[in-house]
């Protein structure tokens, strides 16, 4: 039993050797198309379009592309940042509309127009009037309740000071949004990951079932020539099904495993110390008992 253990353990090992570089190889292909930036970027409008239905989507896109380039939220060197938090929305589509924006500035006049317009109609008559009670109610909170983290003191000054009907649209449809653009994400990587984990069990000719059997020496066997052997096929297909997984979950996998050994290491010496002590099955003797003359 223990003996399979190990096979197993060195199988997973491999799995999970290969599975790092699928997982590294995968992030350098969403990394290179933007895919994250990409699909924050159509989040963002989407939220523009459910406070103001009738927006054109030229300014919707001039507007999301500000926000997500906002030194808050930008990567580095000023591409589209890949997180956005509810309130640093809020705070943000204020700003651009107030005109207040850092670096300068970020819209055009007709987008800025239509911001103004966007926020107007969900009773938001001075941006910057709004920024400056968020701001100065923050600080009142930051000294009032040191203990609250930074990011609940901004939260609250932004749904006290920002109007109800502004704050609650966006409240109302972010979530659901992200989730969705999330979802689409994780969808998209896969995708990426299953091609990718494909072409590196072709590539490398890894059969699950000849790695399985070289298992309890954990490491892989690269084939000495790279013709194409049908016979692999299976195996083939097998360990790009357990590559598209993931690093993490064989990472997991391995660590359990690990975690097994010991005591199932310690049952298998328990059992053989109790097939090689003497057995106690001799018959007793009996004292002062007599026999029949």
Not at 51 to 74: C, E, M, N, S
Request: hydrophobic share 45%.
């Amino acid at each position: 039993m223990l003996k399979s253990l190990d096979s197993l353990i060195g199988f997973t090992a491999v799995i999970l050797l290969v599975s790092v570089g699928v997982t590294l190889l995968t992030q350098v292909v969403t990394g290179a198309l933007n895919w994250r930036s990409r699909n924050l970027l159509r989040g963002v409008m989407t939220i523009l379009n459910q406070i103001d239905p009738k927006a054109t989507p030229f300014a919707v896109g001039q507007i999301a592309g500000a926000v997500l380039r906002h030194p808050l939220v930008a990567r580095a060197e000023g591409k589209l940042g890949t997180v956005i938090q509810r309130e640093e929305l809020t705070r943000i589509l204020l700003e651009l509309a107030a005109g207040n924006e850092p670096g300068g500035k970020a819209l055009d006049e007709y987008a800025r127009q239509t911001l103004k317009k966007m926020l107007e109609a969900n009773g938001i008559k001075d941006p910057a009037e709004v920024l400056e009670n968020i701001h100065l109610l923050g600080l009142k909170l930051e000294a009032l309740r040191p203990d609250l983290p930074a990011s609940m003191q901004h939260a609250i000054a932004v749904v006290t000071e920002a109007p109800s009907q502004f704050a609650g649209c966006i409240h109302a449809c972010f979530d659901e949004t992200m989730d969705r653009i999330s979802h689409r994400f994780a969808r998209h990587t896969s995708l990426v990951t299953a091609v990718i984990a494909i072409a590196v069990a072709a590539g490398l000719q890894l059969d699950a079932f000849e790695v399985l059997r070289q298992g309890a020496e954990a490491r892989l066997i690269v084939p000495q020539t790279w013709t194409w052997n049908a016979a692999k096929l299976p195996g083939i297909a097998l360990s790009a099904m357990l590559l598209s997984l993931g690093a993490p979950f064989w990472y997991n996998v391995l660590k359990d495993l690990v975690s097994f050994r010991p005591a199932l290491a310690r049952k298998e010496q328990e059992l053989r110390e109790q097939r090689q002590s003497p057995s106690a099955s001799a018959v007793p003797s009996w004292q002062g008992e007599k026999g029949n003359l």
